[in-house]
């Protein structure tokens, strides 16, 4: 293996350590199914492939996109459902420590909706 593929495999796996731990799923993490992924001494990528590889996780860890690419107003407040993602996120904050009766009694709100 050449010193660049080595340092590229080094970066992605570097990259993958930094990454968040998702709240919502614990049991299955994005970082360790790329890990396994780029650990195998099989993988036939090239150093610029890895290369490239680990600058788009560098990328997204960096929230380049969020900064290029900023959301307006109007987009995250559409007309239909004006709360709709200050409500979405108000939940996702709430999911990882809600208990199994908490979870429950949600889903039975949601099949049964009174109006």
Same mark, same amino acid.
């Given at each position: 293996?050449?010193?660049?593929?080595?340092r590229g *495999?080094?970066?992605? $796996?570097? =990259?993958?350590?930094?990454?968040?731990?998702?709240?919502?799923?614990p /049991?299955?993490?994005? #970082?360790s199914?790329? #890990?396994?992924?780029?650990? #195998?001494?099989?993988l036939? @990528?090239?150093? /610029?492939?890895?290369?490239?590889? =680990?600058? =788009?996780? %560098?990328?997204?860890?960096?929230?380049?996109y969020?900064?290029t %690419?900023?959301i307006t107003?109007?987009?995250?407040?559409?007309?239909?459902?004006?709360?709709?993602?200050?409500? @979405?996120?108000?939940?996702l904050? /709430? =999911?990882?420590?809600?208990?199994?009766?908490?979870? $429950? @009694? $949600?889903?039975?709100?949601?099949?049964?909706?009174? *109006?």
């Amino acid at each position: 293996m050449s010193r660049q593929v080595i340092r590229g *495999q080094h970066l992605i $796996l570097r =990259a993958l350590s930094q990454w968040p731990k998702d709240t919502i799923r614990p /049991e299955v993490q994005f #970082q360790s199914v790329l #890990q396994k992924r780029f650990e #195998q001494p099989k993988l036939n @990528l090239s150093e /610029e492939e890895q290369l490239k590889e =680990a600058n =788009a996780l %560098y990328s997204l860890l960096q929230n380049r996109y969020k900064r290029t %690419y900023p959301i307006t107003g109007s987009l995250l407040q559409p007309k239909g459902n004006p709360t709709y993602f200050t409500d @979405l996120l108000k939940e996702l904050e /709430e =999911a990882p420590s809600r208990s199994f009766l908490d979870r $429950l @009694l $949600l889903r039975i709100k949601g099949l049964v909706r009174l *109006q």
